[in-house]
């Protein structure tokens, strides 16, 4: 009797006392019994709770399924049933409980009542809710954003894809979440075309540094053959443990700004040969020529490394034009410079159109015997050359004289000493019947070197 007794005043306490509420609901709904949790979670007495049937108390969208669920225990379809529901609080809001539902029945099996327990989950479907906005929102923000964005897992699966990276990549996100971040079908590339070691990709480089990635460009084929060049930015995701779960990557697609960079830098490559060379023979210019020579002057002053330089100038080439035209005059200039342009492939000059029918060639580290040779060579050359020039009082053909002069730089001589010295050779070598080769104070004509007066 005493065990009975121990058992009862158990139970009442644990009916009393739950943390969740307990109800004994009778075959037609009504609340038989209720324990103090359940009145709380409600907001009704237990008084007010007799009056009413769960359906009373059930929100309208969840009462088809409350009914049928409790039909099916009601017939014995089921032992128990377990649902989520919304109830409606005295105060008008809603409750979400997680219902348990078990019949007590007597020995034909008829249902005598019904044991309910009620699990409020209200804040944890809050919490779910929340989560649920918090994932939509980010994937409205991931679905609009300008760049492109994978997920990767650890292993370099992609997990997902945005759709400005199926537009970028040409491909649908059911192919792309296929691959691997290096599948080979990506061709993945430097802007210049070299293959990219796996060791070097950004996804490789985040797995190892756990260090993000930022504006890793290169290119890629798209699906539908086009190579585009792209900007990547990885960065690893980790969970509240700091253990690391997955790398993130935006991709940008940059061809257009990489093509006008690339056409931007050819026509400033343009602009600059077109502002250090002559446009008629294609030469460096008067401009290059100076700049080139200072160059020079300061790379090699006190170094006792010899500087050379060849002037040289078109004798009676007046009488030319006037005789053949400017065009033909033109014509004559861009032969002669593309025949000594020949001769110095290779070496290390600077051809230079110095004024007019005047040239010039910068021959840095050539000795005197050096500048020598090389300038009887092109003297040479011209003579085979034979351009018809009836007018001139030289020669029958087209005639140049040549100066040079040779200086070791340093602190006390400068650029313009060589040129004013070149140019006082080739001077001497006009004075002394042209078609020569003058050098300092020395002049050879056909050859035979003599010495000026």
């Given at each position: 009797?005493?065990?009975?007794?121990?058992?009862?005043?158990?139970?009442?306490?644990?009916?009393?006392?739950?943390?969740?509420?307990?109800?004994?609901?009778?075959?037609?709904?009504?609340?038989?019994?209720?324990?103090?949790?359940?009145?709380?979670?409600?907001?009704?007495?237990?008084?007010?709770?007799?009056?009413?049937?769960?359906?009373?108390?059930?929100?309208?969208?969840?009462?088809?399924?409350?009914?049928?669920?409790?039909?099916?225990?009601?017939?014995?379809?089921?032992?128990?049933?377990?649902?989520?529901?919304?109830?409606?609080?005295?105060?008008?809001?809603?409750?979400?409980?997680?219902?348990?539902?078990?019949?007590?029945?007597?020995?034909?099996?008829?249902?005598?009542?019904?044991?309910?327990?009620?699990?409020?989950?209200?804040?944890?479907?809050?919490?779910?809710?929340?989560?649920?906005?918090?994932?939509?929102?980010?994937?409205?923000?991931?679905?609009?954003?300008?760049?492109?964005?994978?997920?990767?897992?650890?292993?370099?699966?992609?997990?997902?894809?945005?759709?400005?990276?199926?537009?970028?990549?040409?491909?649908?996100?059911?192919?792309?979440?296929?691959?691997?971040?290096?599948?080979?079908?990506?061709?993945?590339?430097?802007?210049?075309?070299?293959?990219?070691?796996?060791?070097?990709?950004?996804?490789?480089?985040?797995?190892?540094?756990?260090?993000?990635?930022?504006?890793?460009?290169?290119?890629?084929?798209?699906?539908?053959?086009?190579?585009?060049?792209?900007?990547?930015?990885?960065?690893?995701?980790?969970?509240?443990?700091?253990?690391?779960?997955?790398?993130?990557?935006?991709?940008?697609?940059?061809?257009?700004?990489?093509?006008?960079?690339?056409?931007?830098?050819?026509?400033?490559?343009?602009?600059?040969?077109?502002?250090?060379?002559?446009?008629?023979?294609?030469?460096?210019?008067?401009?290059?020529?100076?700049?080139?020579?200072?160059?020079?002057?300061?790379?090699?002053?006190?170094?006792?490394?010899?500087?050379?330089?060849?002037?040289?100038?078109?004798?009676?080439?007046?009488?030319?034009?006037?005789?053949?035209?400017?065009?033909?005059?033109?014509?004559?200039?861009?032969?002669?410079?593309?025949?000594?342009?020949?001769?110095?492939?290779?070496?290390?000059?600077?051809?230079?159109r110095y004024g007019g029918e005047e040239f010039s060639v910068i021959l840095p580290?050539?000795?005197?015997?050096?500048?020598?040779?090389?300038?009887?060579?092109?003297?040479?050359?011209?003579?085979?050359?034979?351009?018809?020039?009836?007018?001139?009082?030289?020669?029958?053909?087209v005639t140049l004289s040549f100066g040079f002069s040779t200086i070791n730089p340093?602190?006390?001589?400068?650029?313009?000493?060589?040129?004013?010295?070149?140019?006082?050779?080739?001077?001497?070598?006009?004075?002394?019947?042209?078609?020569?080769?003058?050098?300092?104070?020395?002049?050879?004509?056909?050859?035979?070197?003599?010495?000026?007066?």
């Amino acid at each position: 009797m005493n065990e009975k007794v121990d058992r009862s005043i158990l139970f009442e306490q644990v009916f009393q006392f739950s943390s969740m509420g307990i109800a004994l609901i009778s075959n037609e709904g009504y609340f038989l019994l209720t324990n103090p949790m359940l009145t709380e979670m409600l907001g009704y007495s237990e008084t007010e709770l007799k009056e009413k049937t769960f359906i009373d108390l059930t929100y309208v969208e969840d009462l088809h399924n409350s009914i049928d669920r409790f039909r099916q225990l009601v017939n014995d379809e089921v032992s128990y049933y377990q649902v989520e529901k919304r109830y409606i609080h005295k105060n008008s809001m809603l409750i979400n409980c997680l219902l348990n539902v078990s019949a007590v029945r007597d020995d034909a099996g008829k249902p005598l009542y019904f044991i309910s327990q009620f699990q409020d989950i209200s804040d944890q479907k809050l919490y779910e809710h929340q989560l649920k906005e918090s994932e939509e929102q980010l994937t409205e923000i991931l679905e609009t954003m300008p760049n492109g964005v994978l997920m990767f897992d650890l292993q370099g699966n992609i997990s997902y894809a945005n759709k400005m990276a199926e537009e970028i990549l040409e491909i649908n996100r059911a192919e792309i979440v296929s691959r691997k971040m290096d599948t080979p079908e990506w061709k993945l590339r430097t802007v210049e075309g070299k293959a990219i070691p796996r060791e070097e990709l950004p996804f490789s480089i985040v797995m190892k540094t756990k260090e993000p990635v930022k504006d890793f460009v290169h290119a890629i084929e798209s699906g539908s053959g086009t190579r585009k060049v792209l900007s990547i930015n990885n960065s690893p995701l980790f969970d509240h443990t700091g253990t690391m779960t997955a790398v993130l990557c935006s991709l940008v697609n940059i061809t257009e700004k990489k093509q006008t960079e690339y056409e931007l830098i050819e026509a400033n490559k343009l602009l600059k040969k077109l502002s250090e060379h002559d446009g008629l023979t294609g030469v460096a210019n008067r401009r290059y020529f100076d700049e080139q020579l200072k160059n020079y002057w300061v790379e090699y002053s006190n170094r006792n490394i010899p500087v050379s330089l060849i002037m040289l100038d078109l004798d009676y080439f007046k009488l030319y034009n006037d005789e053949y035209g400017h065009q033909a005059g033109d014509d004559c200039l861009k032969t002669i410079t593309k025949i000594i342009g020949k001769e110095l492939v290779g070496l290390d000059a600077v051809f230079a159109r110095y004024g007019g029918e005047e040239f010039s060639v910068i021959l840095p580290g050539y000795s005197h015997d050096m500048a020598s040779d090389l300038t009887k060579k092109i003297h040479g050359k011209m003579q085979q050359l034979k351009i018809v020039h009836a007018k001139s009082p030289v020669c029958s053909h087209v005639t140049l004289s040549f100066g040079f002069s040779t200086i070791n730089p340093d602190s006390s001589n400068s650029p313009s000493d060589l040129i004013k010295q070149a140019d006082l050779a080739m001077y001497s070598a006009k004075q002394n019947g042209r078609n020569t080769i003058a050098y300092h104070d020395i002049i050879t004509v056909e050859g035979k070197f003599s010495t000026l007066n």
